[in-house]
């Protein structure tokens, strides 16, 4: 499952639910993904101001390169 824009369970005090989703997914019951932009890739993940918890190996950090996909679209010179 991929979460996008969800915030809005932090916002309405419903984070549980993604706590819960992600418990289910550490019992096997399938992955759960969730996308959430941040300023600054040092820091924990956000959801509208709320830490997302996260164990140390459970979260990645995209750089704006792979965003844009630059690894397969490098220039190539003649």
């Given at each position: 499952?991929?979460?996008n ?6 916002r ?67």
């Amino acid at each position: 499952m991929l979460l996008n824009d969800a915030a809005v369970l932090a916002r309405y005090r419903a984070i549980d639910r993604l706590y819960e989703l992600a418990d289910a997914a550490r019992g096997g019951a399938g992955d759960v993904w969730l996308l959430c932009p941040m300023e600054d890739p040092s820091l924990l993940p956000m959801l509208d101001g709320a830490v997302v918890r996260v164990g140390d190996n459970e979260w990645i950090a995209l750089p704006d390169a792979w965003v844009v996909n630059a690894h397969r679209s490098a220039l190539v010179t003649p």
